[in-house]
T-cell receptor, first 118, second 115 residues
Framework: AQKITQTQPGMFVQEKEAVTLDCTYD???????LFWYKQPSSGEMIFLIY??????QNATEGRYSLNFQKARKSANLVISASQLGDSAMYFC???????????????FGKGTKLSVIP | DGGITQSPKYLFRKEGQNVTLSCEQN?????MYWYRQDPGQGLRLIYY???????QKGDIAEGYSVSREKKESFPLTVTSAQKNPTAFYLC??????????????FGPGTRLTVL
């Protein structure tokens, strides 16, 4: 079973509008972390936002916020006021405290390609 | 400026040849990682190292080898045993912290094409 599921292969959003990118996860750990990364066409992975499983507040970083629903095991990324530079691939990732290949492994979803329309 | 460098950016290889991808970091991180990215597949872990002279296999280690002789360097060799090596390879590093928040910093990647 996939540990990270991103069900939207591609999304379109009008410039200046908000967009939500979905991410659901599967873990039996109580302590885990959820990350979102942005990958522009250049290929480099850029860290956007982090949510810990024990964090009571939803994480926010500028125009990025994470809609964390622990009971539903979802960690959706919300981008407000979209800009043309937001066009990129977006990956959700999880770090479990005890993962099979070592406790420092990040497990990534397959990503969502976001296109911002002028 | 601190960061991770990968070289070369593009690499072409003939079938049957071994090739080594470079990864260097000056972030003073103990842990380093190699990922492979294929279209539509996301990132998959090849190898990781938590400390010098130690490394562990990830999910797709077959056909790859690594070394970690220095803290700053974690080269990846793609051997002729790797059946489908054409892919985008990303190197990352992080502090060695046993807690959920453990941001990984990524290099710019190397795109390997087998001719």
């Amino acid at each position: 079973a996939q540990k990270i599921t991103q069900t939207q292969p591609g999304m379109f959003v009008q410039e200046k509008e908000a967009v939500t990118l979905d991410c659901t996860y599967d873990t039996s750990d109580q302590s885990y972390g959820l990350f979102w990364y942005k990958q522009p066409s250049s290929g480099e992975m850029i860290f956007l936002i982090y949510q810990g499983s024990y964090d009571e507040q939803n994480a926010t970083e500028g125009r990025y916020s994470l809609n964390f629903q622990k009971a539903r095991k979802s960690a959706n990324l919300v981008i407000s006021a979209s800009q043309l530079g937001d066009s990129a691939m977006y990956f959700c990732a999880m770090r479990e405290t005890y993962s099979g290949a070592g406790s420092y492994q990040l497990t990534f979803g397959k990503g969502t390609k976001l296109s911002v329309i002028p | 400026d601190g960061g991770i460098t990968q070289s070369p950016k593009y690499l072409f290889r003939k079938e049957g040849q071994n090739v080594t991808l470079s990864c260097e970091q000056n972030l003073n991180h103990d842990a380093m990682y190699w990922y492979r990215q294929d279209p539509g597949q996301g990132l998959r872990l090849i190898y990781y190292s938590q400390i010098v002279n130690d490394f562990q296999k990830g999910d797709i280690a077959e056909g790859y080898s690594v070394s970690r002789e220095k803290k700053e360097s974690f080269p990846l060799t793609v051997t002729s045993a790797q059946k489908n090596p054409t892919a985008f390879y990303l190197c990352a590093s992080s502090a060695r912290q046993d807690r959920p928040y453990n941001e990984q910093f990524f290099g710019p990647g190397t795109r390997l094409t087998v001719l």
